[in-house]
């Protein structure tokens, strides 16, 4: 059973970082692709980035960020996100999942889920 374990959330200040990790328990991860997400409060699952397990491209939105970087660890079975130079705005809570589309942006496409972790910017 695949379970995904997020950390590295908490209160920064406007202007830091974070870096964001995703463990896959459960064996040698088995998806194409590990993506991140963020939720604000009343809205749906909005796309980050997404990385190719396998040969660890990475794909971002139309509209990246800029400031936020995917990767993998294989070995680890551990994806990440970087965060930098943070902002008020990019308080919410940041998913990880796992999905079999490479690049795939809607929530729907993703078969499973981490319980989330807050992300909280403070001016």
């Known amino acids: 059973q695949v379970q995904l374990v997020e950390s590295g959330g908490g209160l920064v200040q406007a202007g830091e970082s974070l870096r964001l990790s995703c463990v896959s328990t459960g064996g040698t991860f088995a998806s194409v692709t590990m993506a991140w997400f963020r939720q604000y409060p009343g809205k749906g699952r909005e796309f980050l980035a997404g990385v190719n397990w396998n040969t660890g491209s990475t794909t971002y939105p139309s509209s990246p960020q800029g400031r936020f970087t995917i990767s993998r660890d294989k070995a680890k079975n551990t994806g990440n996100l970087q965060m930098d130079s943070l902002a008020p705005d990019d308080t919410a809570v940041y998913y990880c999942?796992?999905?079999?589309?490479?690049?795939?942006?809607?929530?729907?496409?993703?078969?499973?889920w981490g319980q989330g972790t807050q992300v909280t910017v403070s001016s």
């Open positions: 999942a796992a999905g079999q589309i490479y690049g795939a942006q809607y929530p729907t496409l993703y078969q499973h």
